[in-house]
C-alpha cells in the first residue's frame, strides 16, 4: 500500500470520531484533545530522550494533561502552580549531567504541545453573543478544516509547480511554490466556511484565518522538521500509518488554532 493509501485510510477511520466528538463538545472533545495532547507530548519527550536528553516524562506528562483540562477544571490552578515547582525542585536532586536542559526540556513539553493545544477546547466551546449554538463547532472545524486543507493543496502544489526550495536543511522537499499553493488553499477553504456556516465571519476574518491555517499552521510543520532532522527520525512516531506520530500529524494545527482562537476572541472579539 502507497503512503498516499495509507494516509487516506487511516484518515477515513480517525476522522469521523473526531468530526462527531468535536460536534458533541463537552468532556467527550476535551478528553480527545487531552489524549492527543498527551501523546504529542510523549512522543517529544521521545526525540528529547534520542538528542541524549532526560526530561522528567512522568510528572511532565501529568502536569501536560491538566494543562490541556485547564478550562474546565476550576481546582487546576493551584495543582499547577505546586506541580510546576515540585518539578524543578526535582532536578536539585536529580543524577543528571544537563539539568537545565533536561528542565527545560521538560517544560517545553508541558507547553507545547499541551498547553496550546488546550485552546482547541476554548474554541469549540466558544459562544456569547453573536455567536449561535454551534457555532464554535463550525469555527474549530474550518481551521481544522483549513489546516489540514492547506497542508493537501501545498502537496499537490508542490508536486506540480515546485521548483524553489523553501527550508532544504529543514524539509527538503517543501517548496515555495507548495507553500503559496497551501496558503490559496486555505483561504479557499475558510472562505466556503464563512458561506456556507458562519456568515458572521467578515472578509478580514477569513483573511486572518487563512493566515493562521495556511502560513503559522505550517511553520508547526517545520519545527517538527526540525527537531526530527535534529536527531535523524523519520517520524515522531510510528502508529498512525501514513502519518508517522501523532505530533507529525497535530504539527500545523498546534500552532495555527490557539493563534485562530486568539484572533476570534480578542480582535475579532466573537466570544
Not at 93 to 102: C, G, Q
Request: proline residues 5%; contains cysteine; neutral net charge.
Amino acid at each position: 500500500m502507497s503512503n498516499l493509501s495509507q494516509r487516506l485510510l487511516t484518515a477515513a477511520v480517525l476522522a469521523p470520531i473526531a468530526l462527531a466528538l468535536t460536534w458533541l463538545g463537552g468532556w467527550g472533545l476535551a478528553l480527545l484533545v487531552a489524549v492527543a495532547a498527551v501523546i504529542s507530548q510523549a512522543e517529544l519527550y521521545a526525540l528529547m530522550r534520542q538528542a541524549e536528553m532526560r526530561p522528567f516524562i512522568p510528572l511532565g506528562l501529568i502536569l501536560g494533561l491538566l494543562v490541556v483540562l485547564h478550562s474546565r477544571l476550576n481546582w487546576v490552578d493551584p495543582v499547577l502552580v505546586i506541580g510546576g515547582i515540585a518539578l524543578l525542585v526535582m532536578f536539585i536532586f536529580r543524577k543528571t549531567d544537563k539539568p537545565l536542559e533536561d528542565a527545560a526540556g521538560t517544560v517545553l513539553g508541558v507547553f507545547y504541545p499541551a498547553f496550546l493545544l488546550s485552546f482547541a477546547i476554548v474554541l469549540r466551546d466558544a459562544d456569547g453573543f453573536p455567536l449561535m449554538e454551534m457555532d464554535g463547532f463550525w469555527l474549530m472545524t474550518g481551521v481544522l478544516v483549513g489546516v489540514w486543507g492547506a497542508d493537501t493543496f501545498a502537496y499537490f502544489a508542490g508536486r506540480a509547480f515546485g521548483r524553489t526550495k523553501l527550508l532544504p536543511t529543514v524539509s527538503p522537499k517543501k517548496t515555495w511554490e507548495g507553500a503559496i499553493g497551501g496558503f490559496i488553499g486555505a483561504l479557499v477553504i475558510i472562505t466556503v466556511f464563512k458561506v456556507f456556516a458562519v456568515p458572521l465571519l467578515t472578509w478580514l476574518d477569513v483573511a486572518a484565518l487563512g493566515l493562521c491555517c495556511g502560513v503559522a499552521g505550517p511553520l508547526g510543520d517545520l519545527l517538527v522538521s526540525r527537531f526530527k532532522r535534529s536527531v535523524g527520525a523519520k517520524d515522531s512516531g510510528t502508529w498512525l500509518p501514513g502519518h508517522g506520530g501523532l505530533l507529525d500529524r497535530l504539527d500545523a494545527a498546534i500552532i495555527a488554532v490557539p493563534l485562530a482562537t486568539l484572533y476570534l476572541d480578542h480582535v475579532a472579539q466573537l466570544f
